[in-house]
């Protein structure tokens, strides 16, 4: 198994970037495809960016699409998602995921990690 520790969350101004990064345990790392979803009190866990083991391929949701970018470096065992451009909309809590395969649905992934909260607000 593989084991996520998310960091990175804070609070920023409308406008603002943040950078999250998920640091992976364990030697399988670079066989899974991962994940980043977000969730709001009181709404649904959704999907936000996935990206493929290899690195060269890539999934974002249209809210995010141009804004956000996912990317991961194998050789230390870490995922990142870079945020610009943040809006009050995209405040949640943060978590990053592993699957078996390169897809958006929430149920394909097998492990995550704690979460880490990202704040925007004036």
């Known amino acids: 198994q593989v084991q996520l520790v998310e960091s990175g969350g804070g609070l920023v101004q409308p406008g603002g970037s943040l950078r999250l990064s998920c640091a992976a345990s364990?030697?399988?790392?670079?066989?899974?495809?991962m994940g980043w979803f977000r969730q709001a009190p009181g709404k649904e866990r959704e999907f936000v960016a996935a990206?493929?083991?290899?690195?060269?391929?890539?999934l974002y949701a249209d809210s995010v699409k141009g804004r956000f970018t996912i990317s991961r470096d194998n050789a230390k065992n870490t995922v990142y998602l870079q945020m610009n451009s943040l809006k009050p909309e995209d405040t949640a809590v943060y978590y990053c995921?592993?699957?078996?395969?390169?897809?958006?649905?929430?149920?394909?992934?097998?492990?995550w990690g704690q979460g880490t909260q990202v704040t925007v607000s004036s």
């Open positions: 995921a592993a699957a078996q395969a390169l897809t958006a649905r929430l149920e394909t992934y097998d492990h």
């Open positions: 364990g030697r399988s790392f670079r066989s899974y495809n």
């Open positions: 990206i493929g083991w290899a690195g060269f391929t890539t």
